[in-house]
Every structure is written in structure tokens, then in C-alpha cells.
């Protein structure tokens, strides 16, 4: 017979993956991170405090605590894994690990050196980023991407649509000018880089769009999406039930 | 209007992954990699003659050019990502990628960087392979993987009496019973001795059928050949999302 403990911090149960988020306020949309039904699964989210996206990008260690509160509070609801929607929270990525018990997944980026181990030696991988000129090198080494595999990036910042409606906080968004947009970068990409293997999308607001960027590129495309999938699949096993006889 | 073009070779179409296959006779159960039951989308297999598991554990290496014949057929037929049915196949991932066009997984063990990426630096990975024997650092490294800082506990299921018989020496019969029991304990002794694990991860095609009950039993993340295959096949398979907001 299965005993159950109370969790003293929990309000409800059930919750697979806690997600900390910006402090920022747009039109989240299906597809999106911080969407709730984006997932078959139930998410938890928290927001960070004072965790603008100025501050993230360039990872002010001075948010540290506040990130690391909010990663243990979600982590004492009882979530089992902890992802953000924010890609440039790879700043955080380690102080988040080592401040908690269960897996950390902080950042989309974090697949890139997984996504290229699928990929013969002369393929490149593509990120398209919300903002290249915010992507340090330092933030790129974080990545840990062997060296003599050929990364490419690709900002959104220059695109009108993007930086109005998502960048600058606007208060409507129109999934098919971003969409439009996306996979105008990819394909310029693709034009540019005719050995790019797969693309990553770093930003938590572009999984949306990864579908038509697939199908405009007929390349494998990962985001933020395919990893918060993933770890809540490593956190949540599922039992094989087909009847017995389908083997 | 949507025009599709007849790809020569191809018979079916629709397939996602194309699934290598060790020349080995065991009981696929629900769970395992070789069971199409085990994915939520459709699997194509091919047998690579001659590649039996114990060749393939041992090291093979004049098997390459076979192993990549076998994914360019797979990819001819449009599937979408390559990947096998077992983790030693890790010695031919890179003749695989290097010979097709679409990404190539063959092996569970890639998960270990990943993995170890998203734990604390200081937590050991336990993992459970069919045979400890053949798998250590070395072949790890040679397989092009590169070693994270966690300490790898490897243990493996060789002398395990219904596995070894069931698996490694395909009796003909497998009571998936008896393998819970022993995978179970596998990681509980893992557990005991490594009590800061942070994950496990199944080394074998043949342990994501126990894989919730290593679960259940020690409480950890657990990653196996069908989370690896899991991943690969969402990169070509983008949803739509058509929830609200």
C-alpha cells in the first residue's frame, strides 16, 4: 500500500516540471513556453523577480538569489524538473543545478551539442536566437559545443515584427508575422549554410513556428519544447500496457 | 495545393524512424526498442546480418561499411532519423552519420552528456548496461562522447540469470517478471552505495520495458534507448499547437 507524505510548501500536487520565467509581459501563445497548454502534461510556473530580460541576457549575477529561490520554492511544490523561458538562463544553468535535487534544464541551448552529435562531421548546427548580439562568447563556450563543430547564429532582432511585438513588449502578437519572419531567418541560414545539419530555437516564444520551419527547410528543428519534453519523460516513466500478445 | 513527389525505393511511406537491427532472436516485448509498439509514431526495421550481439559488444569494426549499406536503404525508404537496437552500436555512429543525410542516433549512450548537463557537476550517473564487461570510459570516448565531470558508476546485467539467458544467450524465452526484479535491484544497490545519484540511465534496448519500475523503486530520473529515439524523431516531427492562451 503506497504512503503518501505531505510536502509542506506544495498548494496542489501533480505539477512534472516547474518553469521560471521572466519578469515580462506579452501575449504568450499556444506553442510557447510560457503557454500551460503547450504541454501534455501539467507545468508549474514562476516568475522571477526582477528578472527583465536585459538582466538575463547578460546574466546580472546580482539575480542569482532571486533565481535560485524561485528554483528551490518550485522545486519544494514538488516539481521534477526545472526549465525556464528564456534561453539566455543558460547564465544560471549551474548555480540552478547545484541549488536543487533534480534535473536542470535552464536553457533550450543546452541541446545544441546533443542535437550535433546526430550529424555527420562536416554538417553545421544553426541557432536562431532573439538576439544575437546579446549571445556572448562566453555564453557560446558555456554551450560546450566541441570546437571544431561549426555553429551558426542567427538573431531575430532585426526583424520589424519581432522586435515590436515580442522585443519591445507590445501588447498584441500576430503568430503568422513571426512565423513569417522565423522562417525567413531560417531559410536565409539554409541559403548561406549549405552543409546546416539541424536548427536549434533558442527563444522559448519560437516553438510555435518550428513546424513551419521544418517544413520550409526539411531539416530536424529542436526548441525549447523538445527539451522540457524530454526531461519530463526522463522524470515521469511511462508503463508500456499494450496487451501482452502485441510482441 | 500540396504536390508529393514519388520517392524511388520506397514502398511505404510515413515511416519516422528507421531502426538498425542486431541479428538476434529474443522476444521484443512492449517497451523494448524493437518493438513498433513501444513509439507513438510509426518504426521501420533492418536486420544487420551477421551482426549478432556478441560480435557487436566485443567491437566490430568490419561491420561499418555494412551498417552504413543499411541506413543509406533506411534513408532511401524516407525515413526521417536512423537509430538501432543496441548501445555498442555507439562504434558505428560515426560511419552512420557520416553516410546519410538525416540525424543519426544509434545509440542510448549519447544521452550521457545531456544528461550530465542538467545535474550538478557532483553527481554520479549510474548506468545499467547489458554487459559491463565491454562498456568503460575508454569506449565511450572512442564512440566520440565526450565525458562529463559527474562520476559514471557503469554496472552491468551479464551475470543476472534470467537476463543472461533471456538476452545474452537467447534461451528463447523471457519472464519480464524476473528481469523487473533484477534491474530493480541493479539500481538499488546503486543507489546505496551512490546515495547523491542525480540519474540512471539503461544502457540496453532491451531495459525500457523495467524502466518505470527503476523508477518507482528509486525515485530518479531515468533515460533509456526510447527517451533517445523519443528526442531524435520530435526534431522532424514539429507539432502543431492548437491549444488556447
Known sequence: MPVYKTRPAAEAYG??????????????????????DTYDYPVLFK???????????????????????????????????????????????????????????????????????????????????????????????????????????KG???????????????????????????????LEMQRENPDLGAILLECSML????KAVQEATDLPVYDFITMIDYFQRGTHQKAYDTPRHYY | MTTYQTRR???????????????AKAPF????????????????????????TSVCLNGAPEFHEKLAAA???????????????????LQFQEAVAEAVDIPVCMSSLLQLPFIARSLDPSQPIGVITADSTNLDEGFLTRGGIKLPPNPLIIRGMQDEPEFKTAVLEEKGTLDSDLITAETVACAEKLLAEYPTMGAILLECSMLPPYAKAVQDAVGLPVYDFISAIDYLSAGMRPRAYTGGY
Do not use: W
Not at chain 1, 518553469?19 to 503557454?35: C, H, K, R, S, T
Not at chain 1, 531575430?156 to 522565423?182: A, N
Not at chain 1, 516553438?207 to 518550428?210: D, K, L, N, R
Open chain 1, 15 to 36: 505539477y512534472c516540471v516547474g518553469i521560471l520565467l521572466l519578469d515580462y509581459q506579452v501575449p504568450f501563445v499556444p506553442g510557447d513556453v510560457g503557454n500551460a
Open chain 1, 47 to 153: 516568475v522571477v523577480e526582477g528578472a527583465t530580460y536585459p538582466r538575463v541576457f547578460v546574466g546580472d549575477p546580482e539575480l542569482e538569489p532571486a533565481v535560485i529561490e524561485a528554483a528551490q520554492a518550485l522545486e519544494a511544490q514538488g516539481v521534477k524538473a526545472i526549465s525556464s523561458d528564456c534561453g539566455f538562463f543558460l547564465n544560471y544553468q549551474d548555480v540552478i543545478a547545484k541549488a536543487v535535487n533534480i534535473p536542470v534544464c535552464a536553457s533550450s541551448l543546452l541541446q545544441v551539442p546533443f542535437v550535433a552529435s546526430f550529424l555527420g562531421k562536416s554538417k553545421s548546427i544553426g541557432v536562431i536566437t532573439a538576439d544575437s548580439s546579446a549571445l556572448s562568447n562566453h555564453m557560446i563556450a558555456k554551450i560546450g559545443l566541441d570546437n571544431d563543430r561549426k555553429l551558426v547564429i
Open chain 1, 156 to 186: 531575430m532582432q532585426e526583424k520589424p515584427c519581432f522586435d515590436k511585438q515580442i522585443m519591445k513588449e507590445g501588447d498584441e502578437l500576430v503568430t503568422e508575422d513571426i512565423e513569417r519572419e522565423t522562417v525567413e531567418v531560417a
Open chain 1, 207 to 210: 516553438p510555435p513556428y518550428s
Open chain 2, 9 to 23: 525505393g520506397a514502398y511505404t511511406y510515413g515511416q519516422a524512424v528507421g531502426i538498425l537491427l542486431l541479428d
Open chain 2, 29 to 52: 516485448i512492449p517497451g523494448d526498442v524493437a518493438n513498433a509498439t513501444s513509439y507513438d509514431y510509426p518504426v521501420i526495421y533492418k536486420t544487420v546480418e551477421g551482426l549478432s
Open chain 2, 71 to 89: 541506413a543509406k536503404e533506411l534513408a532511401r525508404e524516407g525515413v526521417k532519423g536512423i537509430s538501432s537496437d543496441c548501445g555498442f552500436m
